[in-house]
Nanobody, 115 residues
Framework: QVQLVESGGGLVQPGGSLRLSCAASGSIVNSYSMGWYRQAPGKQRDMVASIFRGGSTNYADSVKGRFTIARDNAKKTLYLQMNSLKPEDTGVYYC?????????WGQGTQVTVSS
Protein backbone atom coordinates (compact mmCIF):
# COMPACT_ATOMS: atom_id res chain seq x y z
CA GLN A 1 0.00 0.00 0.00
CA VAL A 2 1.06 3.59 0.54
CA GLN A 3 4.72 4.05 1.39
CA LEU A 4 5.90 6.66 3.90
CA VAL A 5 9.35 8.23 4.15
CA GLU A 6 10.33 10.45 7.09
CA SER A 7 13.01 13.11 7.00
CA GLY A 8 14.18 16.13 8.98
CA GLY A 9 15.55 14.50 12.10
CA GLY A 10 18.93 15.31 13.58
CA LEU A 11 20.81 16.65 16.58
CA VAL A 12 19.49 19.83 18.18
CA GLN A 13 20.19 21.71 21.41
CA PRO A 14 17.55 22.01 24.14
CA GLY A 15 15.19 24.87 23.31
CA GLY A 16 15.77 24.46 19.59
CA SER A 17 13.37 23.53 16.81
CA LEU A 18 13.03 20.90 14.10
CA ARG A 19 10.46 20.19 11.42
CA LEU A 20 9.88 16.57 10.46
CA SER A 21 8.39 15.62 7.10
CA CYS A 22 6.64 12.44 6.00
CA ALA A 23 6.29 12.01 2.24
CA ALA A 24 3.61 9.60 1.03
CA SER A 25 3.70 7.65 -2.23
CA GLY A 26 -0.04 8.09 -2.71
CA SER A 27 -2.82 10.51 -1.91
CA ILE A 28 -3.38 11.40 1.75
CA VAL A 29 -6.66 13.21 1.09
CA ASN A 30 -8.78 10.16 1.88
CA SER A 31 -6.77 8.91 4.86
CA TYR A 32 -8.77 8.41 8.05
CA SER A 33 -5.88 9.70 10.13
CA MET A 34 -2.16 10.33 10.08
CA GLY A 35 0.15 10.64 13.01
CA TRP A 36 3.61 10.84 14.49
CA TYR A 37 4.82 8.28 17.03
CA ARG A 38 7.97 8.35 19.15
CA GLN A 39 10.04 5.50 20.52
CA ALA A 40 12.79 6.26 23.02
CA PRO A 41 15.50 3.67 23.79
CA GLY A 42 14.07 0.87 25.92
CA LYS A 43 10.54 2.27 25.78
CA GLN A 44 7.37 1.53 23.83
CA ARG A 45 6.26 3.48 20.78
CA ASP A 46 3.80 6.18 21.84
CA MET A 47 1.59 8.59 19.93
CA VAL A 48 2.93 12.12 19.84
CA ALA A 49 0.44 13.84 17.54
CA SER A 50 -2.30 12.83 15.14
CA ILE A 51 -4.56 14.54 12.62
CA PHE A 52 -7.87 13.20 11.37
CA ARG A 53 -9.67 13.43 8.02
CA GLY A 54 -11.79 16.37 9.14
CA GLY A 55 -8.76 18.27 10.42
CA SER A 56 -9.05 17.72 14.17
CA THR A 57 -5.82 16.99 16.04
CA ASN A 58 -4.66 15.18 19.16
CA TYR A 59 -1.42 15.68 21.07
CA ALA A 60 0.33 13.86 23.87
CA ASP A 61 0.26 15.93 27.06
CA SER A 62 4.04 16.16 27.08
CA VAL A 63 4.15 18.04 23.75
CA LYS A 64 1.05 20.24 23.90
CA GLY A 65 1.88 23.85 23.18
CA ARG A 66 5.27 22.92 21.70
CA PHE A 67 4.50 20.62 18.74
CA THR A 68 2.18 21.21 15.79
CA ILE A 69 1.03 18.57 13.31
CA ALA A 70 -0.04 19.61 9.82
CA ARG A 71 -0.56 18.14 6.37
CA ASP A 72 -0.25 19.37 2.81
CA ASN A 73 -2.54 17.33 0.58
CA ALA A 74 -1.13 18.73 -2.65
CA LYS A 75 2.41 17.75 -1.65
CA LYS A 76 1.20 14.47 -0.11
CA THR A 77 3.24 15.28 2.98
CA LEU A 78 2.67 15.24 6.74
CA TYR A 79 4.67 17.57 8.97
CA LEU A 80 5.55 17.84 12.65
CA GLN A 81 6.85 21.21 13.78
CA MET A 82 8.73 20.77 17.05
CA ASN A 83 9.62 23.84 19.12
CA SER A 84 11.18 24.31 22.56
CA LEU A 85 12.70 20.85 22.35
CA LYS A 86 13.68 19.04 25.53
CA PRO A 87 16.11 16.15 26.09
CA GLU A 88 13.14 13.88 26.85
CA ASP A 89 11.91 14.46 23.28
CA THR A 90 14.81 12.31 22.08
CA GLY A 91 13.82 9.20 20.15
CA VAL A 92 12.99 7.72 16.78
CA TYR A 93 9.96 9.40 15.23
CA TYR A 94 7.71 7.32 12.97
CA CYS A 95 5.04 8.46 10.55
CA UNK A 96 1.75 6.56 10.36
CA UNK A 97 -1.15 6.63 7.92
CA UNK A 98 -4.46 4.90 8.52
CA UNK A 99 -6.78 4.33 5.56
CA UNK A 100 -9.33 2.28 7.49
CA UNK A 101 -8.49 -1.15 6.09
CA UNK A 102 -4.73 -0.64 5.91
CA UNK A 103 -2.05 0.99 8.03
CA UNK A 104 1.38 2.11 6.88
CA TRP A 105 4.52 3.03 8.82
CA GLY A 106 7.63 4.86 7.75
CA GLN A 107 11.17 3.78 8.52
CA GLY A 108 11.64 6.38 11.26
CA THR A 109 13.92 9.37 11.70
CA GLN A 110 16.18 9.96 14.71
CA VAL A 111 15.77 13.09 16.82
CA THR A 112 18.38 13.78 19.49
CA VAL A 113 18.05 16.74 21.85
CA SER A 114 21.29 17.28 23.74
CA SER A 115 23.74 19.96 24.82
Amino acid sequence: QVQLVESGGGLVQPGGSLRLSCAASGSIVNSYSMGWYRQAPGKQRDMVASIFRGGSTNYADSVKGRFTIARDNAKKTLYLQMNSLKPEDTGVYYCNANYGFSTSWGQGTQVTVSS
